[in-house]
């Protein structure tokens, strides 16, 4: 389904990790900013100390997620391949369940 | 297949193409975030009352908006030219189909084992049956076996055309006299619809491609029932 699109380009629906990157993001901007004002009492530069929170916080949010997407698609991978060749590989040395073989003659 | 206004991409059939979704995520959520900032400094320039005649030089900015971009730009062309390099991975293909493009069909040719060829027009509108697509359907699918690495050697017997499947991740130029190759693996089942991607004439709008997709037994029903037939 057509998701929402930020700025046009940004679907935040449909791609995964966007949704919580930005809201992480949003959250980090507000904190940011706040606890920067409350500090100084500078409005503008609380402003920009904000939007700097949110692009960190987004970015950080952002590839810790796909990281642990990319992990996840890997070790789906090498377990579909593992099922798909368990057949195969079952009783020979590349089992990975090490079932010993038959014994040899003595 | 594309639905109506679609803006991305198609779902992904192929592990190539899985890559190439996620590459443009990652660049996209840059692109969305340098917008953003851009905007962001926009805003901040056209709303501020604060002047400065005198500036001649800053060392310090100008150092970060020159290490900023560069740094960004290797974060992107890592990845994309990971990818690049996984397209060109030809990993022992199960099976080597000849794509022909002619004005205005393809032939595809299968001659592995046997010598079998068909050709590949689009089905007219006026033609379809219900749930068919418009412009997309075509007589004759190349039919493919799931989850085996086919080769595709794509060229052209008169002018130029291009062999295009998005779901698949796969565009190859048709070439007259000359033999481009790729590769691809179908991941899951189902039929993917291309189309040429080359303008080669009046119907170049009007010669889809069809790509299906079934289990092993049954590509080898679907070519044993071709060789009859032909």
């Known amino acids: 389904a057509e998701g929402f699109r930020l700025l046009g380009i940004l679907d935040v629906q449909n ?61 789906q991978r090498m377990i579909q391949d593992g099922i798909k060749n368990k057949v195969v590989y079952e009783g020979s040395v590349l089992d990975p369940t090490n079932k010993p073989g038959a014994p040899g003659p003595s | 297949m594309a639905h109506p206004s679609q803006l991305g991409f198609q779902d992904a059939a192929s592990p190539v193409m899985e890559e190439l979704l996620h590459f443009h995520d990652h660049a996209l959520m840059i692109v969305f ?36 971009p560069a740094v960004i730009l ?37 001659t592995d084992y046997e010598d079998l060829g068909f050709d590949s027009y689009m089905i007219p509108t006026q033609d379809l049956t219900p749930g068919q697509f418009r412009l997309l359907e075509a007589d004759h699918r190349m039919v493919i076996p799931v989850e085996s690495p086919i080769r595709v ?5 008169d002018v130029l055309h291009s062999w295009a ?7 190859m130029d048709a070439v007259p006299g000359r ?17 040429c991607s080359e303008i080669c004439g009046a119907n170049h709008s009007f010669m889809p491609i069809v790509v299906e997709a079934v289990p092993l ?8 029932l071709m060789l009859e037939d032909a």
Not at chain 1, 43 to 66: H, I, N, P
């Open chain 2, 33 to 68: 975030l340098i917008s953003t900032l851009v905007l962001y400094i926009i805003v901040a320039m056209v709303t501020t009352k604060l002047t400065n005649k005198y500036i001649l030089d800053s060392q310090e900015i100008e150092i970060i908006w020159t290490v900023l």
């Open chain 2, 179 to 195: 033999l481009n190759q790729t590769a691809f693996i179908a991941s899951r089942p189902g039929v993917f619809y291309g189309q």
């Open chain 2, 153 to 157: 050697l794509v060229s052209a017997e």
């Open chain 2, 74 to 110: 290797i974060l992107i062309a890592l990845p994309s030219l990971r990818i690049l390099y996984l397209m060109d991975e030809i990993n022992d293909p199960h099976l080597t189909i000849k794509a022909m493009g002619h004005q205005w069909y393809w032939s595809y040719e299968y």
């Open chain 1, 15 to 75: 791609t995964p990790c966007a949704r919580d990157a930005i809201l992480h993001g949003a959250g980090g901007s507000l904190a940011a900013g706040l606890l920067h004002f409350l500090a100084t009492s500078r409005v503008k530069r609380s402003f920009d100390v904000g939007f700097a929170g949110f692009m960190l916080t987004t970015l950080g949010s952002w590839f810790y997620c796909r990281m642990n997407n990319a992990k996840l698609r890997v070790q």
């Open chain 2, 217 to 224: 037994e049954h590509f080898e029903n679907w070519s044993s």
């Open chain 2, 165 to 171: 499947v998005p779901a698949l991740g796969v565009k």
